[in-house]
């Protein structure tokens, strides 16, 4: 009996473990295409700068080094922190923090602000990290009729929210998200929202999707450079 069980596992693992292998299949193809089709990982990897407009902030990022400045007008609050480093400096209501603790705490809000922000602006980028899990789900109807690979993307212990869900939708024909659902929880059925992803303009040597349609939200004013004002990571 014992023995007729093992058999029966086994034969359940290596059945899971082969459709674990035909998805990688299918969905490997699948992200390399919105790659390329955005201008390929090489060139996303060597663009240098980026800055952007997310509701009220302004965000400034440099992609080599990792710092990132993040002016938010309505916090009156300016902040330089190292996204790598978790190291920087803050001022609010035009006063330096020097108080280490409000410093530190101020220095991790401003990495949460550029988490959430460069989320909305570079999430198709994001597909293959360290953490990242994605499972085939269907193919759908976009709400232009045009036909999407619709992939599942949870988290393994990464991230601010590693609890969130996502559903991307890629179109078929120009391989670029056009459509993203948001799970706050990954066993919830149903998505908090589910928005377009479009108006893709050639920013540097990248797509990216920008000043998107009607209450779609995300980034606006989008610029990628490969020069920037020097001192706009160290004086605030």
Avoid: C
């Avoid at 705490?105 to 988490?115: A, D, F, N, T």
Wanted: without cysteine.
């Amino acid at each position: 009996m014992m023995k007729n069980f093992k058999t029966i596992i086994l034969i359940l693992l290596s059945v899971i473990n082969l459709q674990a292998q035909d998805d990688h299949k299918k969905i490997d193809p699948i992200i390399q295409q919105s790659f390329e089709a955005m201008g390929g990982i090489e060139n996303w990897n060597n663009t240098h700068f980026i800055q952007w407009d997310f509701g009220k902030r302004t965000l400034y990022w440099d992609k080599w080094t990792g710092n990132v400045r993040v002016e938010n007008p309505n916090e009156n609050m300016v902040v330089i922190v190292n996204i790598n480093t978790g190291e920087g400096k803050a001022i609010k209501d035009g006063e330096l923090i020097t108080d280490t603790n409000t410093l530190n705490q101020v220095l991790e809000q401003g990495k949460k602000w550029w988490i959430n922000d460069s989320y909305w602006l570079t999430m198709p980028w994001k597909l293959k990290d360290d953490g990242v899990k994605i499972k085939y789900l269907q193919t759908e109807k976009l709400p232009n009729g045009s036909l999407a690979d619709v992939l599942e993307m949870t988290f393994n212990g990464v991230g601010v929210t590693p609890e969130n869900k996502y559903h991307i939708y890629i179109d078929q024909k120009d391989h670029l998200v056009k459509q993203w659902a948001f799970f706050v929880n990954y066993t919830d059925e149903k998505p908090r929202f589910i928005k377009a992803w479009d108006n893709y303009q050639n920013v540097g040597k990248v797509l990216l999707s920008f000043n998107r349609s009607e209450n779609a939200g995300g980034p606006k004013n989008v610029v990628v450079t490969d020069q920037i004002t020097s001192d706009i990571f160290t004086k605030l």
